[in-house]
């Protein structure tokens, strides 16, 4: 128990340093247009640090406010899930060793299952949002605006039924 606490120090120390020298990412748009140099809106490493610290600040940071209450509910959810697994799995331990039968044997095993099932439900939900944050930065300055296009000249068709 002592590796994983750390681990998760030693990962939270190398996602805040990394977090701390936001750069931006510098990428020429076309070969035509070679004086133009396009830089980014937000840090996607910015939004990751974020995110690693409190899991849905990196959405918010991203401008996309309507994703931190999901992850803020279902990381609670999964939580909530994992401390009453926790709860029963030692409720259940100390039957069994009191009275050794075998019901109270299957269920203690049943719940300390599902305790580590969440585990590593909460784990991997906080994996995707650091995954969410870091894609949502990138596509923060990506545009579908038809007006965008309209430089160029298009074929459009349409069929009707």
């Given at each position: 128990?002592?590796?994983?606490?750390?681990?998760?120090?030693?990962?939270?120390?190398?996602?805040?340093?990394?977090?701390?020298?936001?750069?931006?990412?510098?990428?020429?748009?076309?070969?035509?247009?070679?004086?133009?140099?396009?830089?980014?809106?937000?840090?996607?490493?910015?939004?990751?640090?974020?995110?690693?610290?409190?899991?849905?600040?990196?959405?918010?940071?991203?401008?996309?406010?309507?994703?931190?209450?999901?992850?803020?509910?279902?990381?609670?959810?999964?939580?909530?899930?994992?401390?009453?697994?926790?709860?029963?799995?030692?409720?259940?331990?100390?039957?069994?060793?009191?009275?050794?039968?075998?019901?109270?044997?299957?269920?203690?095993?049943?719940?300390?299952?599902?305790?580590?099932?969440?585990?590593?439900?909460?784990?991997?939900?906080?994996?995707?949002?650091?995954?969410?944050?870091?894609?949502?930065?990138?596509?923060?300055?990506?545009?579908?605006?038809?007006?965008?296009?309209?430089?160029?000249?298009?074929?459009?068709?349409r069929i009707g039924f």
């Amino acid at each position: 128990m002592r590796f994983l606490n750390k681990a998760w120090f030693f990962l939270l120390i190398f996602i805040l340093t990394i977090a701390a020298y936001p750069q931006a990412s510098k990428d020429t748009t076309s070969a035509s247009s070679k004086d133009t140099v396009f830089i980014m809106k937000k840090s996607p490493w910015t939004a990751v640090g974020l995110s690693a610290i409190c899991p849905g600040l990196g959405q918010i940071y991203n401008g996309s406010y309507w994703k931190a209450p999901i992850v803020w509910g279902v990381t609670g959810w999964f939580l909530y899930n994992y401390i009453q697994c926790n709860k029963d799995y030692t409720h259940y331990r100390d039957l069994y060793i009191a009275k050794g039968t075998t019901d109270y044997k299957r269920l203690r095993d049943d719940y300390h299952d599902q305790r580590d099932l969440f585990a590593i439900y909460m784990g991997l939900t906080y994996v995707l949002t650091l995954v969410d944050s870091y894609v949502d930065a990138h596509l923060f300055d990506f545009t579908v605006d038809e007006k965008f296009y309209r430089s160029t000249y298009q074929i459009n068709m349409r069929i009707g039924f």
